[in-house]
Protein backbone atom coordinates (compact mmCIF):
# COMPACT_ATOMS: atom_id res chain seq x y z
CA UNK A 1 0.00 0.00 0.00
CA UNK A 2 1.06 3.78 0.01
CA UNK A 3 2.13 3.51 3.29
CA UNK A 4 4.77 1.55 2.53
CA UNK A 5 5.90 2.53 -0.73
CA UNK A 6 5.88 6.15 -0.04
CA UNK A 7 9.21 7.51 1.96
CA UNK A 8 7.13 10.49 3.54
CA UNK A 9 3.74 9.39 5.03
CA UNK A 10 1.40 11.90 6.66
CA UNK A 11 -2.48 10.46 7.73
CA UNK A 12 -5.07 12.56 9.42
CA UNK A 13 -2.59 14.95 11.12
CA UNK A 14 -4.38 17.06 13.18
CA UNK A 15 -2.09 19.34 15.63
CA UNK A 16 -4.13 21.97 18.23
CA UNK A 17 -2.55 24.52 20.26
CA UNK A 18 -5.27 25.43 22.35
CA UNK A 19 -8.02 24.15 21.12
CA UNK A 20 -7.31 26.08 17.75
CA UNK A 21 -6.22 23.32 14.79
CA UNK A 22 -3.28 24.31 13.04
CA UNK A 23 -3.28 21.00 11.08
CA UNK A 24 -6.73 19.76 10.37
CA UNK A 25 -6.71 15.63 9.20
CA UNK A 26 -3.52 16.33 6.78
CA UNK A 27 -2.68 13.86 4.39
CA UNK A 28 0.23 13.72 2.46
CA UNK A 29 3.09 11.89 0.58
CA UNK A 30 5.98 11.70 -0.60
CA UNK A 31 7.51 8.85 -3.13
CA UNK A 32 11.55 7.98 -2.87
CA UNK A 33 12.82 10.36 -5.46
CA UNK A 34 9.93 12.48 -5.80
CA UNK A 35 10.45 16.42 -5.58
CA UNK A 36 6.91 18.01 -3.98
CA UNK A 37 6.28 21.83 -3.56
CA UNK A 38 4.00 23.15 -0.84
CA UNK A 39 2.39 26.84 -1.09
CA UNK A 40 -0.47 27.89 0.76
CA UNK A 41 -0.84 31.82 2.40
CA UNK A 42 0.07 32.91 5.90
CA UNK A 43 -1.35 30.70 8.79
CA UNK A 44 -1.95 28.00 6.53
CA UNK A 45 -0.01 25.22 8.37
CA UNK A 46 2.99 24.79 6.79
CA UNK A 47 5.78 25.09 9.57
CA UNK A 48 3.97 23.15 11.76
CA UNK A 49 3.84 20.33 9.03
CA UNK A 50 7.24 20.71 8.91
CA UNK A 51 7.90 21.00 12.81
CA UNK A 52 5.46 17.52 12.78
CA UNK A 53 7.92 16.03 10.14
CA UNK A 54 10.81 16.81 12.06
CA UNK A 55 9.73 16.07 15.48
CA UNK A 56 9.80 19.08 16.54
CA UNK A 57 6.29 19.17 16.92
CA UNK A 58 4.03 15.64 18.19
CA UNK A 59 0.48 15.58 16.42
CA UNK A 60 -2.38 15.15 18.54
CA UNK A 61 -3.97 12.36 15.82
CA UNK A 62 -2.50 10.85 12.88
CA UNK A 63 0.09 8.94 10.97
CA UNK A 64 3.55 9.96 10.31
CA UNK A 65 5.31 7.63 8.66
CA UNK A 66 8.97 7.36 7.35
CA UNK A 67 10.63 5.46 4.77
CA UNK A 68 7.69 2.72 4.70
CA UNK A 69 7.93 1.71 8.75
CA UNK A 70 9.43 4.24 10.96
CA UNK A 71 6.62 5.80 13.38
CA UNK A 72 7.97 9.35 13.33
CA UNK A 73 5.33 10.46 16.19
CA UNK A 74 7.48 7.93 18.73
CA UNK A 75 10.74 9.68 17.76
CA UNK A 76 12.69 12.49 19.00
CA UNK A 77 14.11 15.31 16.87
CA UNK A 78 17.74 13.96 17.18
CA UNK A 79 16.49 10.72 16.19
CA UNK A 80 14.29 11.78 13.22
CA UNK A 81 17.67 13.89 12.19
CA UNK A 82 19.55 10.53 12.29
CA UNK A 83 17.17 9.37 10.26
CA UNK A 84 17.94 11.07 6.73
CA UNK A 85 15.70 14.13 7.75
CA UNK A 86 17.04 17.33 6.93
CA UNK A 87 15.34 20.66 7.07
CA UNK A 88 16.66 24.24 5.60
CA UNK A 89 15.09 26.76 7.91
CA UNK A 90 14.53 30.20 6.48
CA UNK A 91 17.15 32.38 7.37
CA UNK A 92 20.92 31.05 6.40
CA UNK A 93 22.69 29.31 9.26
CA UNK A 94 25.83 29.30 7.81
CA UNK A 95 29.74 29.70 10.35
CA UNK A 96 30.37 33.14 8.35
CA UNK A 97 33.69 33.66 9.93
CA UNK A 98 35.05 30.06 8.34
CA UNK A 99 35.40 29.20 4.78
CA UNK A 100 32.95 27.77 2.36
CA UNK A 101 34.68 24.45 2.70
CA UNK A 102 35.10 24.86 6.38
CA UNK A 103 31.78 24.80 6.57
CA UNK A 104 31.15 21.95 4.34
CA UNK A 105 33.90 20.01 6.08
CA UNK A 106 32.14 20.57 9.56
CA UNK A 107 28.65 19.21 8.13
CA UNK A 108 30.12 15.99 7.36
CA UNK A 109 32.57 15.83 10.24
CA UNK A 110 28.77 16.70 12.27
CA UNK A 111 27.60 13.94 11.22
CA UNK A 112 30.19 11.12 11.31
CA UNK A 113 30.26 8.78 14.32
CA UNK A 114 33.02 8.36 16.39
CA UNK A 115 34.49 4.89 15.38
CA UNK A 116 34.17 6.22 11.59
CA UNK A 117 36.27 9.93 12.73
CA UNK A 118 39.48 6.88 13.77
CA UNK A 119 39.14 5.47 10.36
CA UNK A 120 37.29 8.36 8.51
CA UNK A 121 38.59 8.44 4.78
CA UNK A 122 39.55 11.76 4.34
CA UNK A 123 39.74 11.33 0.30
CA UNK A 124 36.90 10.24 0.12
CA UNK A 125 35.05 13.23 2.51
CA UNK A 126 37.20 15.89 0.14
CA UNK A 127 35.81 14.20 -3.07
CA UNK A 128 32.30 14.55 -1.76
CA UNK A 129 32.86 18.09 -0.65
CA UNK A 130 34.13 19.02 -4.15
CA UNK A 131 31.03 16.99 -5.86
CA UNK A 132 28.72 19.32 -3.72
CA UNK A 133 30.76 22.62 -4.47
CA UNK A 134 29.48 21.83 -7.61
CA UNK A 135 25.86 21.32 -6.94
CA UNK A 136 25.68 24.23 -4.95
CA UNK A 137 27.50 26.69 -7.27
CA UNK A 138 30.62 27.50 -5.12
CA UNK A 139 33.09 26.14 -6.57
CA UNK A 140 35.16 28.74 -6.67
CA UNK A 141 34.22 30.33 -3.58
CA UNK A 142 35.86 27.81 -1.69
CA UNK A 143 38.39 30.07 0.14
CA UNK A 144 36.17 32.54 0.77
CA UNK A 145 35.03 32.96 4.35
CA UNK A 146 31.20 32.20 4.42
CA UNK A 147 30.20 35.51 5.61
CA UNK A 148 31.64 37.25 2.63
CA UNK A 149 29.11 35.23 0.30
CA UNK A 150 25.56 36.88 -0.55
CA UNK A 151 22.22 36.28 0.59
CA UNK A 152 21.56 33.83 -2.45
CA UNK A 153 25.19 32.22 -1.99
CA UNK A 154 24.51 31.52 1.78
CA UNK A 155 21.60 29.73 1.28
CA UNK A 156 23.38 28.19 -1.25
CA UNK A 157 26.24 26.50 1.03
CA UNK A 158 23.34 25.76 3.89
CA UNK A 159 21.55 23.27 1.16
CA UNK A 160 25.41 22.07 0.57
CA UNK A 161 25.70 21.41 4.53
CA UNK A 162 22.53 19.61 4.80
CA UNK A 163 23.43 17.51 1.75
CA UNK A 164 27.09 16.71 3.27
CA UNK A 165 25.08 15.18 6.34
CA UNK A 166 23.68 12.83 3.21
CA UNK A 167 19.61 13.23 4.27
CA UNK A 168 17.19 10.86 2.55
CA UNK A 169 14.53 13.68 2.64
CA UNK A 170 15.70 17.38 2.36
CA UNK A 171 13.09 19.71 3.72
CA UNK A 172 13.58 23.13 2.18
CA UNK A 173 11.97 26.56 3.53
CA UNK A 174 11.33 29.41 1.62
CA UNK A 175 15.11 29.40 0.26
CA UNK A 176 14.88 31.94 -2.25
CA UNK A 177 13.27 34.58 0.07
CA UNK A 178 15.52 37.36 -0.49
CA UNK A 179 17.38 35.90 -3.23
CA UNK A 180 17.87 38.19 -6.93
CA UNK A 181 16.13 36.60 -9.85
CA UNK A 182 19.19 35.52 -11.58
CA UNK A 183 19.62 33.55 -7.80
CA UNK A 184 16.21 32.17 -7.79
CA UNK A 185 16.39 30.62 -11.46
CA UNK A 186 19.96 29.00 -10.09
CA UNK A 187 17.84 27.88 -7.12
CA UNK A 188 15.28 25.65 -9.41
CA UNK A 189 18.14 24.02 -11.34
CA UNK A 190 20.20 23.60 -8.34
CA UNK A 191 17.36 21.95 -6.41
CA UNK A 192 16.32 20.09 -9.44
CA UNK A 193 19.40 18.73 -9.82
CA UNK A 194 19.52 17.52 -6.32
CA UNK A 195 16.01 15.95 -6.70
CA UNK A 196 18.06 13.38 -9.30
CA UNK A 197 19.16 11.62 -6.03
CA UNK A 198 17.28 12.63 -2.87
CA UNK A 199 13.83 13.05 -2.40
CA UNK A 200 12.92 17.28 -1.27
CA UNK A 201 9.64 19.03 -0.17
CA UNK A 202 9.94 22.46 -0.96
CA UNK A 203 8.12 24.74 0.93
CA UNK A 204 7.93 28.42 -1.09
CA UNK A 205 5.95 31.83 -1.38
CA UNK A 206 7.23 32.56 -4.77
CA UNK A 207 5.29 31.52 -7.86
CA UNK A 208 7.47 32.05 -10.21
CA UNK A 209 10.12 29.69 -8.78
CA UNK A 210 7.42 27.04 -7.61
CA UNK A 211 6.46 26.85 -11.63
CA UNK A 212 10.01 26.97 -12.34
CA UNK A 213 11.08 23.93 -10.09
CA UNK A 214 7.89 21.96 -12.29
CA UNK A 215 6.54 19.34 -9.85
CA UNK A 216 4.08 18.33 -8.03
CA UNK A 217 2.19 21.55 -6.39
CA UNK A 218 0.12 21.24 -2.91
CA UNK A 219 -1.98 24.20 -1.47
CA UNK A 220 -2.38 24.16 2.28
CA UNK A 221 -5.11 26.07 3.67
CA UNK A 222 -6.31 25.99 7.77
CA UNK A 223 -4.26 22.95 8.11
CA UNK A 224 -5.59 20.54 5.72
CA UNK A 225 -4.98 20.00 2.01
CA UNK A 226 -7.05 22.80 -0.20
CA UNK A 227 -5.86 21.59 -3.60
CA UNK A 228 -2.72 19.36 -5.25
CA UNK A 229 -1.68 19.04 -9.08
CA UNK A 230 0.41 21.02 -11.38
CA UNK A 231 1.14 24.57 -10.64
CA UNK A 232 -1.28 25.44 -13.38
CA UNK A 233 -3.59 23.03 -12.25
CA UNK A 234 -4.32 24.50 -8.49
CA UNK A 235 -3.84 27.67 -9.81
CA UNK A 236 -7.15 27.72 -11.75
CA UNK A 237 -9.16 26.07 -9.10
CA UNK A 238 -11.54 28.89 -7.98
CA UNK A 239 -10.87 27.90 -4.54
CA UNK A 240 -7.31 28.53 -4.41
CA UNK A 241 -7.97 31.74 -6.75
CA UNK A 242 -9.87 32.26 -3.13
CA UNK A 243 -7.69 31.84 -0.51
CA UNK A 244 -4.78 34.03 -2.34
CA UNK A 245 -7.21 36.61 -3.70
CA UNK A 246 -10.25 36.93 -1.69
CA UNK A 247 -8.93 38.71 1.65
P1 LIG B 1 2.48 28.86 7.91
O1 LIG B 1 3.86 28.31 8.08
O2 LIG B 1 1.76 28.24 6.76
O3 LIG B 1 2.45 30.36 7.85
P2 LIG B 1 2.09 27.94 10.63
O4 LIG B 1 2.24 26.46 10.60
O5 LIG B 1 3.23 28.75 11.11
O6 LIG B 1 1.61 28.44 9.19
O7 LIG B 1 0.85 28.30 11.54
C1 LIG B 1 -0.43 27.72 11.39
C2 LIG B 1 -1.35 28.31 12.45
O8 LIG B 1 -1.02 27.79 13.72
C3 LIG B 1 -1.26 29.81 12.56
O9 LIG B 1 -2.55 30.33 12.76
C4 LIG B 1 -0.39 30.03 13.76
O10 LIG B 1 -0.70 31.24 14.43
C5 LIG B 1 -0.71 28.81 14.63
N1 LIG B 1 0.44 28.40 15.44
C6 LIG B 1 1.61 27.89 14.97
N2 LIG B 1 2.44 27.57 15.95
C7 LIG B 1 1.77 27.86 17.12
C8 LIG B 1 2.07 27.75 18.53
N3 LIG B 1 3.25 27.26 18.94
N4 LIG B 1 1.13 28.15 19.41
C9 LIG B 1 -0.05 28.63 18.99
N5 LIG B 1 -0.41 28.76 17.70
C10 LIG B 1 0.49 28.38 16.78
Known amino acids: DLMTRALL????????????????????????GEM???IGPNGAGKTTMMDVVTGKTRPDEGDVVFDGKVDLTRQDEAAIAKLGIGRKFQ????????SVWD???????????????????EGEERDRIEEILGIVRLKDRRHELAGALSHGQKQWLEIGMLLAQNPKLLLVDEPVAGMTDAETAETADLLREIAQTHSVVVVEHDMTFVRDLGVKVTVLHEGSVLAEGTLDHVSADPRVVEVYLGR
Open 36 to 38: RAI
Open 91 to 98: KPTVFESH
Open 103 to 121: NLDLAIEGRRDPLATLFHR
Open 9 to 32: YLDGVTVSFDGFRALNSLSFTVMP
